[in-house]
């Protein structure tokens, strides 16, 4: 018997006791791209054009990267959840990261939704991150809904990169309904979409009406066990652990006993009690007393709740299937501050301040790991990439930390037979073909394999690199420098291979600090004959500090706080100045590139500072003459 029903405009199936509903009034969709191609401008538009805000209600561009750091670098670090309506429709929007380091969040992300739409820069084209991403909803069996984007582009060419599209689609083996895709064409950022490009459009309104008919509303039976599978973990001081997700069947109730189980972890049977329930409305959370099948919500009150876990109805304690997210490939080493500076900048120092910050970033960060050593006051961290690891240094650097980090080094399994694996990653490397020989040197002398060379757009290449993940370490700065800031580089990981021996980080060395003081003019000019300087006059050093760059690949110890002696002669050149040449100010990831093995970058909230591991000269001769043999 079928039953019509118009409130929440949904359609009822029932047959004796059992009922199915299908959620008219809902929507769940994700954002998925490569980087900057456009996902955070997309959201922007839509929440304007939606109503969400007041006529006269100042905005701030790229609203949803509400973290200082995604606004300053342009980048999505973490999904976002937002809701707009339409036509009395209610549609979830969730914001992914386009960086291949913040790939576990994309992961995760797509369990939650019931469709994905993908967008494609309109000059640009498919890169790799779209690859990636689009193959993760592929394999999610998520429909797509492609918009290329940025039509507006001088140098855009839609019509290419709708082709370059449907290729990839092949290549990914994409079932003949993801083929059978719509395209929108659009402009973000100016606010418009259309169905073809010779349509006239000012709004969004194209948009809107594909994903409501493009997009299948959430189905299921409201009557069975409630199951909410928990797909992100948000932290508030208040309130603790926020778990978000997509209830995949019945209702869900504030105040109701349910059980959290895990589809990874058997042994995992927890009663709980939900204390709050919200839904997203615009960018507010909304307190609700129940929620059911199809909304995406969040709740509060479970203290141990993890990504993947379920949380279910007590009598069907069946977890959902969750897929693991990918293992981290690189690792660095967190420690307390042994410098003679320690403790004059930062806040917080000691090994208890640092242990509790790094595992409070467990709470939210799920492709993150950290492990204690022998050590009490070090710290081993793993993520993603140099990236994701060096926003969680910035982050804890601007809320006052201290301490020191060493480089980045990939982590090795073996394999059945004790042989050594290394994790392998597909370099996509965008450039003018003038620069091509240089990077393929360097790339090469890296341990990469160049897969092949195609013609790009212009007078561009593209090189596709397979090449392992320590090779790719301290070498972006190195490439923008090759390629005189032209040349884009995009990288995927690619799995474990076997290890291809070993690889020099640096052909350079350094000039280290050979007393402690202040930095004066007459030790500088000196010092400065010798290589580029990372410090100027009147910064404090320290014996064994590293404060520049000797161009040969050895190290040298400078007296950078040597003063002139004085004499009661006088020369005719005695009161010319010094010319000093500008020191090199390095940013935080120029410096996590520029450390060695046997070096340490020191943060703080003010300074950093790039020093031996040990600081003491004659010991530390001998630990290299002990190295050397």
């Known amino acids: ?129 779209t690859r990636f991403v689009l193959s993760k909803a592929l394999e999610l069996k998520l429909p797509i809904l492609v918009c290329i984007n940025k039509i507006d582009r001088p140098e855009a060419r839609p019509k290419e990169v709708v082709e370059e599209v449907l290729e990839l689609f092949l290549d990914l083996n994409a079932s003949d309904e993801q083929l059978d895709c719509p395209f929108i064409y659009m402009s973000a950022k100016a606010g418009y979409a259309k169905l073809n490009l010779e349509d006239e459009s000012t709004n969004m309104i194209p948009l809107f009406d594909t994903i409501l008919s493009y997009f299948k509303a959430p189905h299921g039976d409201v009557d069975a066990p409630a199951k909410l599978l928990i797909s992100t973990i948000d932290y508030n001081e208040f309130v603790g652990r926020i778990g978000i997700g997509k209830i995949e069947q ?73 897929q693991r997210i990918s293992e981290p490939t690189i690792s660095m080493y967190f420690m307390v501050n042994d410098s003679p500076l320690a403790g004059t900048e930062g806040k917080f120092l000691t090994s208890r301040h640092i242990r509790e910050r790094l595992f409070k970033e467990l709470n939210t960060d799920v492709s993150l790991r950290v492990e204690e050593t022998d050590s009490p006051d070090c710290f081993k961290v793993s993520g993603r990439g140099e990236l994701h690891l060096s926003i969680l240094i910035e982050t804890m650097r601007r809320e006052g930390y201290e301490f020191a980090v060493s480089k980045a080094e990939v982590i090795y399994k073996e394999d059945a037979d004790g042989k050594k694996l290394e994790p392998m990653e597909l370099a996509y490397v965008d450039l003018p073909e003038e620069f091509s020989g240089a990077v393929i040197q360097k790339l090469t002398q890296r341990k990469g394999v160049l897969n092949g060379m195609t013609k790009g757009q212009g007078e561009f290449v593209r090189l596709e690199f397979l090449i392992p993940s320590r090779g790719l370490i301290g070498y972006r700065g190195e490439f923008l420098t090759d390629t005189k800031g032209t040349g884009i580089l995009n990288t995927m990981y690619n799995g474990y291979g076997p290890y291809l021996g070993d690889l020099s980080y640096r052909p350079t060395g350094s000039l280290i600090a050979f007393e402690s003081g202040v930095a004066v003019a007459y030790g500088l000019y000196n010092a400065q004959e010798r290589g580029l300087l990372f410090i100027g006059a009147g910064d404090k050093v320290y014996s064994g500090m590293v404060v520049g760059q000797n161009p040969k690949n050895e190290d040298i110890e400078v007296n950078v706080c040597k003063t002139k002696k004085l004499t009661n002669m006088r020369s005719s050149g005695a009161d010319e100045a010094l010319k000093l040449v500008p020191k090199k100010v390095m940013s935080l990831e120029q410096c996590l590139e520029f450390i060695d093995t046997d070096e340490l970058l020191e943060v703080t909230p003010q300074s950093l500072r790039i020093r031996k591991k040990i600081l003491d000269p004659t010991l530390r001769k001998r630990a290299n003459m002990k190295k050397e043999a």
């Open 1 to 129: 018997m079928f039953l019509c029903r118009t409130k929440c405009d949904e359609i009822l199936y029932s047959i004796g006791e059992y009922m199915e509903i299908t959620r008219e009034d809902v929507r769940n969709i994700a954002i998925i791209a490569h980087v900057d191609h456009g996902k955070t401008t997309l959201v922007d538009a839509l929440l304007h054009q939606s109503g969400i805000f007041r006529e006269n209600q100042e905005v701030q561009t790229r609203v949803m990267d509400s973290n200082d750091l995604e606004r300053e670098r342009g980048i999505t670090i973490l999904s976002k959840n937002t809701s707009v309506n339409y036509k009395d429709v209610k549609i979830n929007i969730v914001d992914t990261p386009g960086h291949a380091d913040f790939s576990g969040e994309v992961e995760r992300i797509l369990k939650m939704v019931d469709g994905a739409i993908l967008i494609v820069d309109a000059f640009e084209g498919t890169m790799p991150q």
């Open 250 to 322: 019945g209702k869900i109730e504030v105040n109701k006993e349910m059980v959290v189980v895990n589809h990874h972890d058997a042994n995992k049977k927890e009663k709980i009690k939900i204390s709050k329930l919200y839904e997203f409305e615009g960018l507010e959370r909304v307190e609700v007393k129940d929620a059911k099948l199809g909304s995406i919500v969040a709740v509060t009150g479970i203290e141990d709740l993890h990504i993947g876990d379920t949380i279910t109805d007590v009598s069907d304690l069946t977890p959902i299937e969750f």
